[in-house]
């Protein structure tokens, strides 16, 4: 495992190494170009931004009905939708979670609806458990999360968590590693910082050793 580490450690210096003498063999038009397309992609994410809070991103709202339910997925391309029902502790703890997601990631519409004002919508999407969350891409339901099964089936489970486990369904923008949860990834990290410092206290010992006669 240390060898691992180790090999993964250079490959990435190696990566950095390379990036940084790419940029060094640029000349003043080549980084105009870059600085002009980075200007131009953030034009084009500042005015999706102002149409997405437009449609009613960044906050968590509920639901009117079963006809808003459709309004919203034909507004925005990405929609995560609770279902809940009043008085359940698990809806309650979803709530909290959902309502921390919906204002760090701006680019998704997250809402809540009361499944017994929508029996046609629960009927269709066949739900049978509360909470239940009906993730919708492009106008089309593309996955579900069906009670807290998927967040380790316990009620502390934390945000980043829920928040792993919709980017794994493409409904949010999501920067992190999608192959393993994101406890998992901090103990694997933890694991190449302290075989990088075994590594390094190595060498040192290595360095300070006596080779006189």
């Known amino acids: 495992m240390e060898q691992i580490l180790h090999q993964v450690a250079k490959n990435v210096e190696k990566q950095l190494d390379d990036e940084i003498e790419r940029l060094e063999q640029m000349d003043s038009a080549d980084l105009e170009a870059i600085r002009q397309q980075r200007l131009n992609e953030?034009?084009?994410?500042?005015?999706k931004k102002h149409e997405w809070l437009a449609n009613?991103?960044?906050?968590?709202?509920?639901?009117?009905?079963?006809?808003?339910?459709?309004?919203?997925?034909?507004?925005?391309?990405?929609v995560v939708c609770h279902f809940y029902r009043g008085g359940a502790e698990r809806c309650r703890i979803l709530?909290?979670?959902?309502?921390?997601?919906?204002a760090k990631h701006v680019e998704t519409r997250f809402v809540k609806l009361d499944a017994e004002r929508a029996p046609f919508l629960t009927a269709r999407l066949k739900i049978r458990v509360i909470p239940t969350l009906a993730l919708v891409r492009e106008n089309k339901t593309k996955d579900f999360v069906v009670g807290f099964t998927e967040l380790g089936n316990r009620d502390d489970f934390t945000t980043e968590m829920l928040e792993w486990r919709l980017a794994r369904s493409e409904v949010i923008e999501y920067n992190g590693d999608l192959t393993v949860p994101p406890a998992e990834a901090r103990r694997q990290r933890a694991l190449h910082v302290q075989s990088k410092k075994t590594i390094r206290a190595k060498q040192d010992d290595d360095s300070d050793l006596d080779l006189s006669d």
Do not use: I, P, V, W
């Open 42 to 47: 953030m034009k084009q994410r500042a005015k």
């Open 56 to 78: 009613g991103h960044g906050e968590y709202s509920e639901l009117d009905g079963e006809k808003e339910f459709f309004t919203a997925c034909n507004k925005s391309e990405n």
């Open 95 to 102: 709530d909290m979670h959902l309502k921390a997601l919906a």
